[in-house]
């Protein structure tokens, strides 16, 4: 669990009014909940065998002896949400957003924290695969005004009666494969099989790669509605591709399902989401057709901060007094010129100056000391190259021009 510091929150609140902005104007208004929840209410919907509810819930009981778990993700928390209010009980059309902290207990690494940021959207009553386009061109406006680029994977799962049989087939078809599985993999066999495909095993990959995706055996009915919904996609530029292996890690998902990437981007998912029909019902409420999806605001964060990492034009290094003040009057002059420069202000060594240098990463570090005053010159070093040789101040705009 990590603190956001100031220097961070600029963009962190950016990021969080654009996404607001986009939400209104799909129709989406902002429902604000808990952070935790009575346990059932993960552990009746992302399923049984989820990493999540098996490995990553931040459970504990309160002084009354209640199962509590501070909230994993949103969509169960939502849809206990809008049951408990009556919200979905004329089977109207209901669209919610939500913007604030998840926890799970996973491994930390870069992109997975214990807790990170999820704005996301539910769409209750999303009975036509419009609906699913209208969440799909969502996340991507959103990236797009982000200036993020994504490739969305998507995939169809097929309805409650495609899922079953699609369950047995592959049942059957691992059953004499069980003893070269890895143990997580085996145990996936008896609970939430297609998980299997989410592993990462290379036995598992090599097992898999031989067996019919469940696109492949999906009804015609849902293949022409996962074809419509391409045709919608392409009409609106979005960037995709069909990964037929693609399953999410929750239960509650049927039909189309989606996870966006950033291109070009060594990551995980930057957004996940997709149809869930059943989810509603199974929480005691009407059965309500639904959609949704949730973006990982750390992650944006992340990528936007790797890709910006700031450059500047030159770096001056000053040798003694003399060589500081004639170096602040070329940084006045520099600056003047719109060349982006930075000097350290006090007498320090070349190796700390140098080290300052890098943390601006400049593309040129200038070195001025008594000797290039005498020889009345200064050396440039080009940062990338290693290159060092001595110019005339004079001659210092052209250098830098023909880098910058
Ligand atoms: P999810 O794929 O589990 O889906 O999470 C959505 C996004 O949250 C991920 O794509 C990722 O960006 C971010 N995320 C997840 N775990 C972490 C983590 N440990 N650290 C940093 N970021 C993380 C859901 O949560 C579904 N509720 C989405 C949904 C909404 N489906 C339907 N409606």
């Known amino acids: 669990m990590e603190d956001i510091l100031p220097q961070q929150s600029t963009s962190w609140q950016n990021m969080i009014s654009t996404a607001r902005c986009v939400f209104n104007s799909f129709g989406y208004h902002e429902i604000i909940l808990p952070v935790a929840e009575r346990t059932e209410v993960f552990t009746r919907t992302l399923g049984d065998s989820s990493d999540i509810v098996n490995k990553e819930m931040y459970t504990f009981e309160d002084k009354k002896g209640r199962s509590l778990t501070l909230r994993p993700e949103g969509t169960a928390s939502v849809v206990r949400a809008v049951i408990e209010h009556g919200l979905l009980s ?62 969305i994977k998507i995939n169809t799962l097929g309805c409650k009666s495609c899922l079953v049989k699609y369950t047995e087939f592959i049942k059957k078809s691992l059953t004499n494969k069980q003893d070269d599985l890895c143990k997580d993999c085996a145990t996936r066999i008896k609970s939430n099989i297609l998980r299997v495909f989410d592993c990462k095993n290379k036995n598992c990959k090599n097992i898999l790669k031989d067996i019919t995706p469940i696109y492949e055996m999906v009804c015609d009915k849902d293949k022409q509605q996962f074809t419509s919904f391409k045709d919608v996609l392409n009409k609106f530029d979005v960037t995709f591709v069909e990964d037929r292996t693609l399953v999410r890690g929750l239960d509650y998902y049927s039909g189309i399902i989606y996870e966006a990437y950033i291109k070009d981007y060594n990551s995980d998912a930057v957004s996940g989401g997709g149809r869930y029909n059943d989810l509603v019902s199974i929480m005691g409420g009407p059965q309500t057709p639904s959609v949704g999806f949730a973006i990982g605001i750390d992650r944006l964060i992340e990528y936007k901060n790797d890709s910006s990492k700031k450059e500047i034009d030159v770096f001056l290094v000053s040798l003694g007094p003399s060589a500081l003040h004639k170096n602040f009057e070329l940084l006045i002059t520099l600056r003047n010129l719109g060349f982006s420069a930075e000097m350290e202000y006090e007498e320090k ?55 910058t």
Request: aromatic share 12%.
């Open 349 to 403: 060594s070349p190796k700390s100056q140098f080290r300052k240098a890098n943390s601006f990463n400049a593309k040129y570090v200038v070195v001025r000391g008594e000797d290039e005053i005498k020889k009345d010159i200064i050396k440039i070093k080009d940062m990338a190259t290693g290159h060092e040789k001595e110019i005339k101040e004079n001659q210092l705009k052209t250098v830098l021009s023909n880098k």
């Open 90 to 151: 004329s089977g109207n059309t209901v669209k919610v957003f939500y913007i604030g902290p998840m926890f799970r207990y996973e491994r930390p690494q870069k992109g997975r924290k214990r807790q990170f940021y999820q704005m996301g959207v539910e769409f209750f009553g999303a009975r036509s695969y419009y609906s699913d386009c209208d969440a799909v061109l969502c996340m991507s406006e959103i990236c797009k005004k982000l200036d993020i680029p994504i490739v």
